[in-house]
């Protein structure tokens, strides 16, 4: 079989699983650039948007570690696609539940930098 033909199946959870990630990440991001702009203290409103990055990041390490092969048909990816484009057996579940847990995870540590970051620049306000 050409190895086109074998990720066709492969293609639409991997764009969902991404997209899906990217807009709850836009969400937090939402979160927590309104509750920077409602802050009196710039190095408060720092901190709390990284607060907001960090649990998110907690949030999705959480997620990745509830993910098992029974799981995987409840999460959104894989009910957003219609079931002749689900990666087809056991060996589907197995791969998107990797998928979306590794997914989750290089979310997780991108939420992570943020949080580290918000929280330097809340330190150096503080400093100057």
């Given at each position: 079989?050409?190895?086109?033909?074998?990720?066709?199946?492969?293609?639409?959870?991997?764009?969902?699983?991404?997209?899906?990630?990217?807009?709850?990440?836009?969400?937090?991001?939402?979160?927590?650039?309104?509750?920077?702009?409602?802050?009196?203290?710039?190095?408060?409103?720092?901190?709390?948007?990284?607060?907001?990055?960090?649990?998110?990041?907690?949030?999705?390490?959480?997620?990745?570690?509830?993910?098992?092969?029974?799981?995987?048909?409840?999460?959104?990816?894989?009910?957003?696609?219609?079931?002749?484009e689900r990666p087809a057996g056991?060996?589907?579940?197995?791969?998107?539940?990797?998928?979306?847990?590794?997914?989750?995870?290089?979310?997780?540590?991108?939420?992570?930098?943020?949080?580290?970051?918000?929280?330097?620049?809340?330190?150096?306000?503080?400093?100057?």
């Open positions: 079989m050409p190895l086109a033909a074998r990720e066709s199946a492969i293609n639409p959870f991997r764009d969902r699983a991404f997209y899906l990630f990217a807009w709850r990440a836009w969400l937090a991001g939402l979160v927590g650039i309104v509750l920077v702009a409602r802050g009196d203290a710039p190095g408060v409103s720092l901190l709390i948007a990284a607060n907001v990055a960090l649990i998110f990041a907690v949030a999705l390490s959480i997620y990745a570690c509830w993910l098992t092969e029974e799981r995987i048909a409840r999460t959104e990816p894989w009910r957003a696609i219609a079931p002749r056991y060996a589907g579940l197995r791969w998107a539940r990797n998928y979306l847990a590794e997914l989750a995870l290089r979310f997780a540590k991108g939420a992570s930098a943020a949080a580290i970051a918000l929280c330097a620049m809340a330190l150096l306000l503080r400093i100057a």
